[in-house]
Structures are given as structure tokens and as C-alpha cells.
């Protein structure tokens, strides 16, 4: 093989691997600002699947006319000056974008197209284009064709893994979208020697500018409010100190996506900061002598902590899917291990159809993905059945979710109270914000008991009798169906609730 032809092919698997690299972090490039949801996965996907196309078409038609290896080196460094544009202007593109009033699903296709279409569509060049400066005959053009194609395939693979087994957990989205564009520069000088002109020296500045930038911001975010961008396996999570709206007293918080603060905790006590979390000690109400309890949900730790501190002979099960999000709750939320707390690392819904029936006196729900949608495989019908199997004869489900109790935005809480309805004779709903509209997005708790003899929505406890005075007396109306493993539209039921949400900060 000779140097030309080792040359190509290798351009062709290496940009074969970076466009599956570019694809997969742009999901965690976009999750702080639109989220993570299939919505953002579906844009990303379908916008850099359709400039590929139009690349495979264009590369065709200009390889026919300038079948030059120095006009695909060009093609290469100019997708490497457009993901370069990528660094210098993604949060200021992705700031406009979320705080538009256009719905989630055109958001996540307009920043798909801002951000990461123009590269692609370039890198969409590169097959075509080499196959046209390989082919030698007509009688060996399906050999040539179906190599190079086989290998953009195989690097595309190769890009697959490397970007979700190790770019984003141990890189982190935005120094692999560095080492993508440092890339692209570097195999165009591979192909053609770098001539000095003003448009290729703008391009290295551009790159430079946007490198520089991101970690200067980084630094100086993380020197002023503890600011920590950190990617895990399963997300991108960012921790910051504020200030708590109520009290004014200084909080480190976790956040996941652009809108919410999932887990917080007072830099000075140890004090519950949310709201919604008080609810979860209702068990001591409607189950009083709760032994075990399982957590569905990690994140900070918040309630584990104070579970631990208030109930001294109760043990926990919390399940976590994410073990590097355990790890964050180490070293930034004062979580310690205790005897008492069992962290296992797995997604919930495995975990529920695994477990032993009849060990928990309760199961806790708080787990969210994106936004205010819940993992759907915890919200159907089939997983309710299977936690109300690992329940005691009296145990209790308490769950947390985002919503509105009429309108739109109540769409999930319908179809949900609804599923719950199903399998656990009584179920109740709490309004954590007493004073809220029925339309207005809140906090709501649904509490499922098994036993349908359950305790009087009153008690002599101060606390607990504050927390049953949020009970939702009026009747609800739920026209949704039950949600099923089969169908569980719960990031469509969501959306609703997401349109209406116009937040001026996190908390």
C-alpha cells in the first residue's frame, strides 16, 4: 500500500470516529441548557445523520470536479475551524437558544443545527472524496468503495466506545470537543502541507480563543462560587454554591439540567433545604414502626443523611445508578458511610424486579432524568407492581414528581395517580406548596399505603400534622391511560409542563 493510499484510508477511519465523538458528547454539551432528554437525542441524531447526507452528496459532486488531495485536506481543517467555532461560541448559542419561547422539540433541532450541523456536513466529504482519489479502475471500484466505507464504519464504532467508556468520564465533554477539532487541524496538515495564510491562521486563533476561554471561564467559576463541571457515565453534572432564596443562608447545590437544583445542602447545618424531601418523613405516620426503607434516587444524599440522623434503629437501601454521583455526594455533601446506609449502584427498576418481597416498610421515589421527567421504567404500571412485591403487607409509597394538578403541565401526574390507583388501595396526593394554583408547576408527593385501613390524615405531631394539612381534597380528574413498559409517553406528557416553565434561576 503505497504512502497516499495508507494516508486516505487512515483520514477516513479517524473522521469516521470523530463524527460518532461529536455526536455523543453533543448530548452532554447541550444537557445543561436543554436537558438530556430523547427530544435532544433525536435532534442530535437526526440533524448529523441528514449533513452527513448532504456532505456524501456534495463530497461526490466536487470530487468529480477537483479530485484533489490539498481540497480534502481544505475540507478537513475547515470542519477543524468549524467545531473550533463550536468552543468559542456553544454557551452563548446555547443561551439564546434555551431562552427562547420556542417548544423543547425545536429548541434541541435548532441548536442541533447551529452547533453541530456545518461540521458534519463537511466531515460527510471525506468517504466520498476519498474514494474518488483512490479508484484506479472501474474494475476494482466495488472493493475500493466498500474498504473505504467499511472502515469510516469501523472507526465509527471504535469513536463510539472510546467517547462513552472513556472521553466523557474521564476527559469530559467539552476538552474531547478540544481534542475533536485538534484533531481534524492536525489530520489536514497530515494530508497537505499547512500553507500560511490569513484564513488558516484566523481558524488556529479561533481554536486557541476557544480552548483559552473555556478554561479561563472554568477556573474563575470555580474560584468565586465553587463552580464543578463534572461528567459521569451517565451525566453531566455541575455543583455550585448560591444562596437559598427563603433564608438567605449559602448552599452547595447539584444540578443536572438547566432548570433544577436536584439535591442542595446548607454549607452551615444540616437542615433539610427542600421542601418536597420534609414528606418522606410521612412513613413515620402511615408505617410508625418502619424498620427498613428503600431510596430510589441518590444524587446528594439529602434524605439519606437526615434519615440517619433522625431515625437511630431504621436502616436505608439507596439505589443510585450512578457510582461517580455517590462519589460527588463524598466529596462536595458531607456524605459519610454508616452501617445503617446500604448504597447500591444500578438502575431502579433492575433493582425492583430483583428484590426480596416483603423486606421494606417503605420505598422512596426520587429519581429524575431530565428536566421533570422520571425514568420511565420506574413510572409503569409493571414497576409499580414490582414495588408494592418488595413491601411489607403495610408498607407505603412516597414519590416525589414535577407537575401541575390541572391543565397541560398535569398530564404525567394524571396518568401516574392513575397507575398507582391500579395496584395500591389508597392513594393520596400532597401539594407541597399549599398556596400554588392548581395550574402552576410544583412539587407534588403521591403516598400509596397497601393497607386500606390507613391512618387518619391527622396527628398530634406538629411536624406531621403541618405535612397533612397539604393533603389535595379536591377530586382529581385523570383522563390519561395507565402507563405500561409498552407505552409510557412520559417525556411527551412532560414537555407540557416544560413550555409553561420560564425560570429566572435554578431555585
Known sequence: MSGKNFILELTVFVCGALVMIYEIIGSRLLAPYLGASTYVWTSLIG??????????????????????????????????????????????????????????????????????????????????????????????????VGRLYAL???????????????????????????????????????????????????????????????????????????????????S????????????????????????????????????????????????????????????????????????????????????????????????????????????????????????ESGKYDAVLMDAFGSLLSIPFQLTTLEAVRQINRALKDDGIVIFNLGGAIKGDASRFLQAEFKTYAQVFPRVYLFKVNADYDDEQLQNLIIVALKEKNAAPLKSDDTQTAELLAHFYKNELILKENVLTDDLAPVEYYNSFAQRIYRPKNKL
Open 47 to 144: 440533524v448529523i445523520l441528514a449533513a452527513l447526507s448532504l456532505g456524501y452528496y456534495l463530497g461526490g459532486k466536487f470530487a468529480d470536479r477537483k479530485p484533489e488531495i490539498k481540497f480534502l485536506a481544505f475540507v478537513i481543517f475547515l470542519a477543524g475551524g468549524l467545531v473550533s467555532v463550536t468552543i468559542l461560541f456553544k454557551d452563548l448559542i446555547l443561551s439564546f437558544v434555551a431562552e427562547s419561547s420556542l417548544i423543547l422539540e425545536i429548541k434541541s433541532l435548532l441548536a442541533a443545527l447551529l452547533l453541530f450541523a456545518p461540521a458534519s456536513v463537511l466531515l460527510g466529504f471525506v468517504t466520498p472524496y476519498a474514494v474518488k482519489l483512490k479508484m484506479t479502475s472501474l474494475a476494482d471500484s466495488g472493493k475500493t
Open 152 to 234: 469510516s464504519t469501523v472507526g465509527s464504532i471504535l469513536g463510539t466506545f472510546v467517547a462513552g467508556f472513556f472521553l466523557i468520564p474521564f476527559v469530559g465533554s467539552e476538552r474531547t470537543l478540544y481534542f475533536i477539532g485538534a484533531s481534524l487541524i492536525a489530520l489536514s496538515f497530515l494530508l497537505a502541507p499547512f500553507a500560511v495564510s490569513k484564513f488558516n491562521l484566523v481558524v488556529l486563533i479561533i481554536f486557541v480563543f476557544g480552548v483559552a476561554g473555556n478554561e479561563l471561564k472554568s477556573n474563575y467559576l470555580a474560584q468565586t462560587n465553587g463552580f464543578r463541571d463534572i461528567d459521569t457515565e451517565h
Open 236 to 355: 453531566r453534572v455541575q455543583i455550585l454554591q448560591t444562596v437559598e432564596p427563603k433564608t438567605g443562608r449559602q448552599i452547595r447545590a447539584l444540578a443536572t439540567d438547566p432548570y433544577f437544583i436536584q439535591s442542595a445542602m446548607f454549607v452551615d447545618g444540616d437542615e433539610l433545604v427542600f421542601d418536597y424531601a420534609r414528606y418522606y418523613h410521612l412513613i413515620r405516620h402511615f408505617k410508625s414502626d418502619f424498620q427498613n426503607t428503600l431510596l430510589i434516587g441518590g444524587a446528594g444524599y439529602s434524605f439519606p443523611k437526615e434519615y440517619l440522623r433522625r431515625y437511630e434503629n431504621a436502616k436505608i437501601d439507596v439505589v443510585e445508578i450512578d457510582p461517580q454521583m455517590t462519589e460527588i455526594a463524598r466529596e462536595f455533601f458531607r456524605l459519610e458511610d454508616n452501617p445503617r446506609l446500604n448504597i447500591v449502584h444500578q438502575d431502579g427498576r433492575i433493582f425492583l424486579n430483583q428484590a
